[in-house]
């Protein structure tokens, strides 16, 4: 088996790896490291949770030092995408945690706070800058970024930001930074006509998919359970007095609805916090730490919280409504068993989501087990909601793309923007030392 050590990657990085407790590269580390590292483009797919973030980060920040350079002001040396705050967040953490031995800078920057923090951040010049694209293009439009000695950019959950809502914002981006470009793009799904799509901003890339896109970590045991859609608020009581205390996320298609399943619930006498786009960017803070501090343990979200968060010990998903996008119902349920463990998803599926369901298990290539039987369809049930919107794009229900002439929703819709100060993940499992600023040493 590969070890950290024979990957070629910097000793001041193997250090902080080693501080993590971490032995053995993940298959997804083993195989995409070295291509990162050699400057590659590169197409990495894995499951949920299998440390895709290390498999980026720790080939960029060896690259970084290896090179010696430093980035004038305004400029970032390496850009890495994200589609939500939460995510750019938490990969500023991974930075701060796997960089913290290197000296090279890094900032997190996305909307709904002011600029004033980001603008004296990207000042100095940054090594890796972490962005949501609505905000950065807004500090480039005000002179406050340039993209064009930026050569190395990654983007995490590629297939979302090469969708629809995020496309132009990228476009856009890719086409301001400078050449040659180190192009890396990870996810756990890929559909086909968007992997057509990544093609036209990479390079002769080596992709590295180490299972099949869109399947979920066996790991899961996942369940459907058929229900009308008007049982639901107290089929979910009864579920989740069945698992009082566990870690939870009940998964919503709009941002009303969540708020109305976390009042259910908290009636209940359970510890529910609603995290969605509607929410002011404290608001949607405090909702995440009140979940991984174990306060709050049920978190009832969009699809905002539908990728790559991390919170160790999530034992549940309950996908209370199935998400438009089949995609996002396996970014949805790899919130649990993450890092080997093992953890539980049920599907709520009322007649009108049948079509969705089987969308899902197309996608999946395999069936979801039934908890109960499915009851026969009456004539005319089954089909799908006509207020659906079927855009890909992980946006919690609202519709993506181009709206009115104003930016792209996929950069102001739910998921986005925020600026973060690099603070440590703190479900780790081990407690490295040295959190990040929002400009600091990573
Ligand atoms: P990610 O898919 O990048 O969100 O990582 C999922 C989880 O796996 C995170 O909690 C990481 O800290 C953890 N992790 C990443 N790499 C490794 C590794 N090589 N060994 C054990 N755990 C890891």
Avoid: W
């Avoid at 609603?274 to 009832?300: C, M, T, W, Y």
């Amino acid at each position: 088996m590969t070890k950290f050590s024979e990957l070629g990657l910097a000793e001041t990085v193997l250090s902080a790896v080693s501080a993590e407790g971490y032995e053995t590269p993940t298959p997804i580390q083993a195989q995409a490291i070295p291509s990162v590292l050699k400057g590659r483009d590169v197409v990495g797919i894995a499951q949920t949770g299998t440390g895709k973030t290390a498999g980026f980060v720790l080939p960029l920040l060896t690259r970084l030092l290896a090179e010696k350079k430093q980035a004038p002001g305004r400029s970032f040396r390496a850009l890495i995408m994200a589609p939500t705050r939460e995510l750019a967040s938490q990969i500023g953490d991974s930075i701060a945690v796997y960089g913290k031995n290197t000296g090279l800078s890094h900032a997190v920057i996305f909307g709904g706070v002011k600029h004033g923090a980001q603008i004296r951040a990207l000042a100095g010049g940054l090594d890796i800058l972490v962005a949501t694209p609505g905000r950065l293009l807004d500090h480039v439009a005000a002179g406050k970024a340039r993209l064009d000695l930026t050569s190395v950019v990654v983007l995490d959950e590629a297939d979302q930001m090469l969708d629809l809502g995020f496309m132009p914002a990228i476009r856009r981006i890719l086409s301001g930074v400078g050449k040659p470009r180190q192009t890396v793009m990870f996810s756990a799904t890929m559909p086909p006509p968007i992997r057509a799509l990544a093609d036209d901003f990479l390079h002769n890339p080596v992709t590295v998919a180490v299972t099949p896109q869109a399947r979920p970590v066996d790991r899961i045991e996942q369940g459907v359970f058929y229900v009308d859609g008007g049982a639901k608020p107290g089929a979910l009581v009864d579920l989740m007095a069945k698992h009082v205390g566990k870690r939870t996320i009940v998964f919503t298609r709009t941002k009303r609805g969540a708020d109305k399943v976390a009042k259910r619930l908290a009636e209940y006498g359970h510890g529910a916090a609603a995290i969605h786009g509607n929410k002011s960017q404290p608001q949607r803070e405090r909702a995440l730490a009140a979940f991984k501090d174990g306060k709050s343990p049920i978190l009832v979200a969009t699809d905002i919280a539908a990728r790559g968060i991390d919170v160790d010990g999530v034992e549940l998903v309950i996908n209370y409504e199935l998400p438009n996008v089949p995609e996002s119902y396996v970014h949805r349920i790899g919130r649990t068993a993450r890092a080997g463990a093992t953890g539980q998803a049920v599907a709520f599926c009322a007649p009108d989501e049948r079509s969705l369901l089987s969308d899902i298990e197309k996608m999946m290539g395999r069936q979801i087990p039934g908890i109960n039987d499915a009851p026969p369809l009456q004539p005319g049930e089954g089909k799908p909601a006509k207020s659906r919107n079927r855009n890909r794009g992980g946006g919690g229900g609202r519709p993506q793309g181009h709206q009115g002439g104003k930016r792209p929703q996929g950069q102001q819709g739910q998921g986005q923007q925020g600026q973060g100060g690099a603070k440590r993940r703190p479900n780790r499992r081990r407690k490295p030392s040295g959190a990040g600023q929002a400009r600091g040493a990573a």
